[in-house]
């Protein structure tokens, strides 16, 4: 309604938007998880699949927005990382938190049947908050710090339940064990006590889910240009210098790199994402051949 005599009130809302020229991060989190992964039954200490529903949920938000450079995720929280330059929402701070975090609550609902086998007793609930960097070496700490917190969690969280699970130590008796350790202390018991070389375990657990848009070909030798484009899951250490060196595009010109894999050994959230990129070119096809 034009030229109401109540418009007035939009006077009232802020003006939130955000700096130009720094990197925007919205950062998610799972909301009282340990209750949620009680009630669901989540495998301990890692739950492959609760793992992935979250990733699938990271990767409907970056299909959404394309100006997100990368997203990490690693147990019950997820962050976006948007380039410096993004004009989504007209860089408005509000907008672009509520829109990433109700599409990340959705997304995850809609993606659980697709990997857990037990239905959902109650919504998820997910909060989120914006956080602004000035520099490129202020956004390789908090993802350094990210990764850290995965690491430092993940070992005292598979060192405390094969205490409880196989040691049949209660909670209490597995937290005073584990009390005033360090991690070479954690890395001791568990290949002493249980034959587990923490370096072997999967590396997701370990370091997290890095998402980057890519263009997947089968060989190194393929042509960039024919790939198709895809977000890609990867699991490495992103805070040595190595990953900032193979992924020039995160920090450089936005250009997604190519990624060589081949179909049979494709992580599974890539397969079904070229799956379902293949069933809409060909439904698209169907359409432009019936008219």
Same mark, same amino acid.
């Given at each position: 309604?034009?030229?109401?005599?109540?418009?007035?009130?939009?006077?009232?809302?802020?003006?939130?938007?955000?700096?130009?020229?720094?990197?925007?991060?919205?950062?998610?989190?799972?909301?009282?998880?340990?209750?949620? $992964? /009680?009630? &669901?039954?989540?495998?301990?200490?890692? @739950?492959?699949?609760?793992?992935?529903?979250?990733?699938?949920?990271?990767?409907?938000?970056?299909?959404? *927005?394309?100006?997100?450079?990368?997203?990490?995720?690693?147990?019950?929280?997820? $962050?976006?990382?948007? !380039?410096?330059?993004?004009?989504?929402?007209?860089?408005?701070?509000?907008?672009?938190?509520?829109?990433?975090?109700?599409?990340?609550?959705?997304?995850?609902?809609?993606?659980?049947?697709?990997?857990? @086998?037990?239905?959902?007793?109650?919504?998820?609930? *997910?909060?989120?908050?914006?956080?602004?960097? #000035?520099?490129?070496? /202020?956004?390789?700490?908090?993802?350094?710090?990210?990764?850290?917190?995965? &690491?430092?969690?993940?070992?005292?969280?598979?060192?405390?339940?094969?205490?409880?699970?196989?040691?049949?130590?209660?909670?209490?008796?597995?937290?005073?064990?584990? !009390?005033?350790?360090? $991690?070479?202390?954690?890395?001791?018991?568990?290949?002493?006590?249980?034959?587990?070389?923490?370096?072997?375990? #999967?590396?997701?657990?370990?370091?997290?889910?890095?998402?980057?848009?890519?263009?997947?070909?089968?060989?190194?030798?393929?042509?960039?240009?024919?790939?198709?484009?895809?977000?890609? #899951?990867?699991?490495? @250490?992103?805070? !040595?210098?190595?990953?900032?060196?193979? &992924?020039?595009?995160?920090?450089?010109?936005?250009? #997604?790199?190519?990624?060589?894999?081949?179909?049979?050994?494709?992580?599974?959230?890539?397969?079904?994402?070229?799956?379902?990129?293949?069933?809409?070119?060909?439904?698209?096809? @169907?359409?432009?051949?019936?008219?």
């Amino acid at each position: 309604m034009a030229c109401s005599r109540y418009e007035y009130v939009k006077s009232y809302e802020l003006d939130d938007r955000i700096l130009p020229n720094v990197w925007i991060v919205i950062r998610i989190d799972g909301k009282k998880f340990h209750k949620f $992964s /009680n009630a &669901h039954k989540f495998e301990k200490p890692n @739950d492959e699949n609760a793992l992935n529903v979250m990733n699938a949920a990271g990767i409907a938000v970056m299909q959404e *927005f394309r100006d997100i450079v990368l997203a990490y995720g690693q147990s019950d929280e997820y $962050s976006f990382v948007f !380039r410096k330059d993004t004009t989504a929402f007209k860089r408005r701070a509000s907008k672009l938190l509520t829109y990433v975090t109700s599409l990340f609550s959705t997304s995850y609902v809609m993606n659980w049947p697709k990997w857990m @086998d037990r239905q959902l007793v109650y919504a998820p609930c *997910f909060d989120g908050r914006t956080v602004l960097y #000035p520099s490129d070496a /202020n956004l390789r700490d908090y993802l350094s710090w990210r990764q850290a917190d995965v &690491h430092v969690n993940n070992l005292y969280n598979t060192a405390f339940w094969k205490l409880v699970l196989e040691s049949g130590l209660t909670n209490q008796q597995a937290e005073e064990r584990l !009390r005033g350790t360090l $991690s070479a202390d954690k890395n001791e018991l568990l290949f002493q006590e249980f034959g587990i070389n923490y370096n072997n375990l #999967p590396a997701m657990y370990r370091k997290g889910t890095i998402l980057l848009r890519k263009r997947v070909v089968q060989s190194a030798n393929d042509d960039q240009e024919k790939g198709s484009q895809a977000i890609v #899951p990867i699991h490495d @250490d992103l805070i !040595r210098e190595p990953f900032w060196r193979e &992924h020039t595009e995160i920090l450089g010109k936005y250009v #997604p790199g190519k990624y060589v894999s081949e179909v049979s050994s494709s992580p599974r959230l890539l397969k079904m994402q070229l799956s379902e990129e293949l069933q809409l070119a060909e439904q698209l096809q @169907d359409k432009a051949n019936i008219s």
